[in-house]
């Protein structure tokens, strides 16, 4: 017993000392510091375990921060992976596609992407409390995947990319707003037509 503790220790550091950990467990560290973060559904389970990754991984989530990112759309779909006949085990697969963006400065819009996570779980037909309990379990680690891979994504963006971002939204924004002002100004300056003047009898 204390020979196969030894190994299992001894396998976990080499591993360690290799770079590989597992999952959940590595340095999540994101180069935002700062951020909001809202849902349509304020208090869904998504949100709220995101909060808790986000502060989990050194981020100040907060109404004041410079970005905001919005999660604006969760779906789930469902569909028979395998058909099987009545009383008898199917496969069944779920889809959650998470819609979110990222707005900058006064609620400036910076990018919109998604994420889509799937997963296939058994549906026996004899025993309708144990699927029942089972997918919901599966929905359960669709949500925790969903919430690493929104991790992932935001490790990629960097405080200096957004700021690219909000120059180029700005200046977008600047320029529609010139070309409103230059097509009011070229209206102003029109004459109008005089009302055609009929002859009096």
Known sequence: MIKR??????LAVMLS???FQLRGTGNSELAIKELDLS???????????LRQALQSSGVKVHAGAP????????????????????GRSAEYELTTVLSYSIEGHNDTN???????????????????TGSDQEATQTRKEMRRDLVQNMLVRLQLLTPSQLDSLQQKADERAKAEADALEAARRAQDETPQQSPLQLPVN
């Open 39 to 49: 849902a349509r559904n304020a208090y869904g389970d998504t949100v709220v375990q």
């Open 5 to 10: 503790n030894l190994l299992v220790m001894g």
């Open 67 to 86: 970005y905001k990112l919005v999660l604006t759309n969760e779906a789930e779909t469902q569909r028979a992976a395998t058909y099987a006949g009545s």
């Open 110 to 128: 910076l990018l919109n992407d998604k994420l889509e996570v799937r997963k296939i779980y058994v549906h026996d037909g004899n025993n309708i």
């Open 17 to 19: 000392a290799c770079g």
